[in-house]
């Protein structure tokens, strides 16, 4: 069983940045992707980023715009999320996710049917960006 926990969430102004991180414990042998989604109050899950733990491949979802970066520290089992030129619309909850599947595209790993290729979900860490 894989057990993630997301922190680093808070309050800032638009413009503003955060890092959230996502630590790993219990049994990752089978995990082959870490991956970051949101949930907006009102509105359904979203997919933010994933990496496959092989061969580094990375996704974005279309929220990120190029102001996200998604990085890993194998040795302490975190994957981090630096969130720059936050804006309102980023107000969310953020969770991170593990995935056993091998091999995803884009849209399976973040597209709107993405909730059955991933498990172990985090309590979340609160996001909130005034303007």
């Known amino acids: 069983q894989v057990h993630l926990v997301e922190s680093g969430g808070g309050s800032v102004q638009a413009g503003g940045s955060l890092r959230l991180s996502c630590v790993v414990s219990g049994d990752t042998s089978k995990v082959n992707w870490l991956g970051w989604f949101r949930r907006a109050h009102g509105k359904v899950r979203e997919g933010v980023a994933a990496i496959a733990q092989i061969r580094s491949s990375r996704y974005e979802g279309d929220c990120v715009q190029d102001r996200f970066a998604l990085s890993q520290d194998g040795a302490e089992n975190t994957v981090f999320l630096q969130m720059d030129s936050l804006g309102p619309d980023d107000t969310a909850m953020y969770y991170c996710?593990?995935?056993?599947?091998?091999?995803?595209?884009?849209?399976?790993?973040?597209?709107?049917?993405?909730?059955?290729?991933?498990?172990?979900w985090g309590q979340g860490t609160q996001v909130t960006v005034s303007s």
């Open positions: 996710a593990a995935s056993s599947t091998r091999y995803m595209t884009p849209i399976e790993a973040l597209g709107r049917e993405h909730a059955r290729r991933w498990y172990g």
